[in-house]
């Protein structure tokens, strides 16, 4: 038997499939469109001339039929039904607190870091467009803050039990009542796992689905909302639980190497819980009903793979790598899993404009723009990441989006930083606490991570929500944003 090798992976060849399954995709879907729109067209045609011939009323009735059971019924007969019962955010005490000044000071005590070092967070921090009320685990009191196990645990504790709790008061729940369970968290892997640590605690029946996602980054909480969805449609009659945090103390870097110190400068503590469910008897009582769901990986190609690493620097010290590929990168996965989502959602009037200015742009003019739709037109309300100001204004512009709808994401990032994989949750809770959303409202969330990938939801708001400014991690502060410097 041959030794296996330590040395790199054979260089393998990546190819456009990607590219490929978005046109046929997006070709799919406007056929199926202008399929429905000619059968309509179709039916009215029979109708008219069974009028003019004054044929047996059976022909009527035949053709509109045999459209009602195939273009109305069909998708309300395979689609079940996922809604977000409600959720709850982690909202850290106030000991818990750093400003930035405090943060830098302390850094600059800590050995590893030198000037050079220090400067560059601070850099950082301004343009990320944190505020002074953010938070960081209690360990960072500490000089140099305490990095263990034992203290990982202690902040996972913090952060899941509280908000755990809260969603069970919230929606009544017994945790016996959970049928799956699925716990996801980038930076810490534990033995038990954490899903074992909160069926611990709550004393979960034995039959209980349990899944426990690491290492997917700030995506990784609404992919764990997908998992959740998929497996909803397998199993009917079930509520899903998924809990989302990162653990600050887990995924600090001591080193100097700048690739690595932007994870120590814009990630802050957080967490949320989500009850999720397909019983139709929670319909009345749920938040929000899912519509649409599209997920783009783009882990095939080497760029993007490398484009953020977790590994150690040459003093050993672990912490992730950020190269300058990412931005060009996260816009390339972007751009593709909204294109995927604009074929499925957007009025065939805007597939169109769409479809005409790409057939300019390759055969006619190549210099000409491609046209931006308008998602405004099916869409009320924008969940994206808080992962940075630039980030953020970035989006919004490619989707032509105005300050209203980038709000929620900017006034998050000030308020609490960047909570990677719960972070979209407080968006969503910003939003419910200005009491925005009305029954029938479209909400589009979208989540970003490490691999890279890529992932958007739409929700429609399934009932008014209002109240929610008196309670959430929004309660005391509401009224205080926005703060309009930050546009």
């Known amino acids: 038997m041959e030794p296996l090798s330590n040395g790199p992976l054979p260089k393998v060849t990546t190819t456009t499939f990607p590219s490929i399954t978005l046109r046929s995709k997006h070709l799919h879907s406007t056929l199926m469109e202008l399929a429905r729109v000619s059968a309509l067209l179709l039916l009215i045609s029979i ?6 011939k004054k044929w047996n009323p059976i022909f009527h009735l035949l053709p509109l039929s045999c459209f009602f059971l195939f273009f109305l019924l069909k998708p309300l007969l395979i689609k079940p039904h996922i809604y ?11 000991f818990c607190r750093i400003p930035i000044s405090s943060f830098l000071e302390n850094a600059s005590m800590i050995k590893p870091f030198d000037k050079e070092g220090i400067d560059f967070m601070a850099k950082l921090i301004k343009s990320s467009g944190l505020g002074e009320t953010t938070h960081l685990s209690p360990s960072f009191s500490y000089i140099p803050p305490i990095s263990n196990l034992q203290e990982h645990i202690k902040e996972f504790h913090m952060v899941i039990f509280p908000v755990m709790q809260d969603l069970l008061s919230k929606t009544n729940l017994s945790p016996r009542k959970i049928d799956i369970l699925i716990v996801n968290c980038s930076s810490l892997c534990s ?3 954490l899903s074992s640590i909160i069926i611990n605690k709550y004393k979960i029946r034995d039959d209980i689905k349990t899944f426990n996602v690491s290492g997917m980054g700030c995506s990784a909480g609404i992919l764990s909302i997908h998992l959740a969805i ?15 945090t990162e653990i600050t103390s887990a995924g600090w870097y001591a080193g100097n190497d700048k690739s690595k110190l932007l994870v120590n400068s814009i990630f802050r503590m957080g967490g949320a819980a989500i009850l999720l469910t397909n019983k139709e008897g929670s319909r009345n009582i749920s938040k ?12 095939f190609d080497d ?3 490398n484009s953020t690493v977790r590994e150690e620097d040459e003093n050993g010290a672990l912490g992730v790598s950020v190269t300058h590929d990412l931005v060009k990168v996260v816009g390339e996965t972007v751009r593709t899993n909204v294109a995927v989502l604009g074929s499925c959602i957007l009025p065939l009037s805007e597939k169109f404009k769409v479809g005409v200015s790409m057939f300019r742009k390759r055969f006619i003019r190549k210099s000409a723009e491609v046209y931006v739709p308008d998602f405004k037109r099916v869409i009320q309300h924008f969940v994206m990441p808080a992962s940075g100001r630039s980030w953020i204004r970035e989006i919004g512009k490619g989707l032509k989006l105005g300050k209203i709808d980038t709000e929620a994401s900017l006034m998050t990032l000030r308020r609490f930083g960047n909570q990677s994989s719960s972070s979209s949750w407080y968006v969503l809770a910003y939003l419910e606490a200005k009491e925005r959303l009305k029954k029938g409202d479209k909400v589009w969330q979208l989540g970003i991570g490490s691999g890279p990938k890529c992932i958007s939801f739409v929700w429609e708001c399934n009932r008014p929500i209002v109240g929610e400014s008196n309670k959430g991690p929004w309660a005391d502060c509401i009224d205080e944003y926005p703060v309009h410097s930050l546009y």
Do not use: E, G, M, T
Request: net charge positive; charged share 15%.
């Open 84 to 94: 977000i019962v409600d959720f709850s955010c982690f909202k850290p005490p106030n």
């Open 47 to 52: 109708q008219v001339f069974s009028l003019l």
């Open 303 to 305: 760029r993007a793979y």
């Open 191 to 193: 033995s038990p796992s």
């Open 288 to 299: 929000y009903r899912l519509l649409h769901a599209v997920r783009i990986n783009r882990a």
């Open 230 to 244: 998929n497996l909803l449609k397998v199993h009917k009659n079930s509520n899903a639980v998924v809990l989302s």
